[in-house]
C-alpha cells in the first residue's frame, strides 16, 4: 500500500512536472509573441509618427533655426573661469589656431593668433568693414561674427559662427585681453 501510494505519488509529480514544463514553454512563446507584438507597436505608432512629425517640416527649413529643440551646438563650452590654456582648447581655438604662449595651439587651418601685431593692420585695412574701433573689440566681433573680416588667404566659413550662443562674457572677455596683447 505504502509503497503504491510512494510510485503513484512519484509518478504523479512526474506527470505534473512534465504539464509544468509544457506550461512554462507555451508561457514562453506567448510571452514572446507579445513582446514582439509590442515592441512592434512602440517602434512602429508614436515614436513614427513623432520622427515622422518632428524632422520631415524641419528639415527643409534651416536646421538652425530650430528654436523647439536643444541642439548641441547650444551647449556652452567653458564656465569662463579655466586656466587660459584650457580656455582656448575646450573652445577649440587651439585645433584651428596657433597662439603664442599657448602651448596646445598649434593649429594651422586659421592664421596665427598676435593681434597685437596684427590688430591695428586689420583695422586700417580699407577692406575692414567691421564695427571694432580698438584691437580687443576686433578680437571679439572675430570670434563673435567671423564674417565681418575675412583675412587674406583664408576662407570665410571655416570658423564657426556659433561662438555667440557656447562663449559667455567672461570667457571672450579673458581670452581677447589675452590675444589682443600677443605682439610678434
Ligand atoms: C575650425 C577652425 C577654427 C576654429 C575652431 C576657430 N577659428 Fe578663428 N579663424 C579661423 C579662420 C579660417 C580664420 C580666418 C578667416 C576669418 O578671418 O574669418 C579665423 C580668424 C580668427 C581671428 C582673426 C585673426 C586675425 O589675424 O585677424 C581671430 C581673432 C580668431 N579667429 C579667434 C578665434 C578664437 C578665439 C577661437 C576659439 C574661441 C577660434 N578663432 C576658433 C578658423 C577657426
Redesign the pocket.
Known amino acids: 500500500m505504502k509503497e503504491f501510494m510512494k510510485k503513484s505519488k512519484f509518478s504523479q509529480s512526474a506527470g505534473s512536472r512534465e504539464t509544468f514544463l509544457i506550461f512554462i514553454v507555451v508561457a514562453c512563446g506567448i510571452m514572446a509573441t507579445l513582446s514582439v507584438n509590442l515592441f512592434n507597436d512602440l517602434s512602429s505608432d508614436p515614436s513614427e509618427a513623432h520622427v515622422g512629425k518632428s524632422t520631415s517640416p524641419e528639415q527643409p527649413e534651416s536646421p538652425s533655426s530650430n528654436v523647439s529643440s536643444v541642439e548641441l551646438t547650444d551647449v556652452p563650452l567653458a564656465t569662463g573661469t579655466e586656466p587660459l590654456e584650457k580656455l582656448f582648447v575646450q ?3 587651439a ?3 596657433t597662439i603664442p604662449g599657448i602651448a596646445p595651439a598649434r593649429g594651422r ?3 596665427r ?1 598676435v ?1 597685437g601685431t ?1 590688430g591695428p593692420l ?1 583695422l586700417a585695412d580699407p577692406q575692414y568693414h567691421g564695427t571694432a574701433t580698438t584691437v580687443r573689440e576686433y ?1 571679439q566681433e ?2 563673435l561674427n ?1 564674417g565681418a ?3 587674406p588667404g ?3 566659413r ?3 559662427r556659433w ?1 555667440g550662443r557656447r ?1 559667455n562674457a567672461l570667457a571672450l572677455d579673458r ?1 581677447a585681453e589675452y ?1 589682443e596683447n600677443v605682439t610678434e
Do not use: A, K
Open positions: 573652445s577649440g581655438c585645433v584651428c589656431h587651418e586659421g592664421p593668433l593681434l596684427n586689420r578680437v572675430s570670434i567671423p573680416y575675412v583675412v583664408y576662407s570665410d571655416v570658423m564657426p561662438y562663449l581670452m590675444l
